[in-house]
């Protein structure tokens, strides 16, 4: 891979961009214009720095993380991700990126603390409101059946069991 040197840092081209490259401290150049320039970036709705690459006229849009990488490691191999060692999405240094496997990677983010637990509504596997959940408890307490409550909440019975039980949404205490 070609390094090109200026005053600032050491940038290594970007495989198979020939007008960008990346520096140590995780920030994008471009020599499209015969000068060296920074590209901006923008932030992701999941936190990470994206950039836009323009080529024969289409642009394309990459993870700065990855394009850094991918100037000073190589292409990063299937099956593979760029993990931010500090946990800072932003902070694209090559010290702060290493290859690890996506299982090894959601393995980091929830021990850090990036990942946090979703529950009740907020949770994006539920069917029903806090609201829905209050209702049903109320309406089994004055026993209505499981069966017509799971069909009036367009709910499987089970569910409404799980809901009775505290198995899901135990910690809603509304009775």
């Known amino acids: 891979m070609p390094t090109r040197h200026n005053t600032i840092d050491v940038v290594r081209s970007i495989p198979g961009w020939d007008c960008y490259g990346a520096t140590k401290d995780g920030k994008i150049v471009s020599w499209k214009t015969g000068s060296q320039k920074y590209v901006n970036g923008s932030t992701s709705d999941s936190g990470y720095v994206r950039i836009n690459l323009r080529k024969g006229g289409k642009l394309k849009s990459f993870y ?31 010290d702060n990126l290493e290859l690890v496997t996506r299982h090894e990677n959601l393995s980091r983010a929830w021990r850090d603390g990036l990942i946090v637990p979703q529950f009740g509504e907020q949770s994006s ?20 059946a499981k069966a017509q409550i799971a069909k009036l909440f367009n709910l499987h019975r089970s569910s409404i069991l799980r809901i009775h039980n505290k198995e899901t949404w135990g910690w809603l205490n509304a009775d």
């Not at 990488?69 to 931010?84: K, N, R, T, W, Y």
Request: charged content about 20%; proline content about 2%.
């Open 64 to 94: 700065a993380h990855r394009l850094v990488f991918a100037a000073f490691f190589g292409d990063i191999p299937s099956g593979l991700q760029v993990h931010h060692v500090n946990g800072i999405k932003q902070d694209n240094h090559i």
């Open 125 to 144: 596997g539920s069917k029903v409101s806090e609201i829905d959940v209050i209702a049903i408890r109320k309406l089994l307490k004055i026993g209505v």
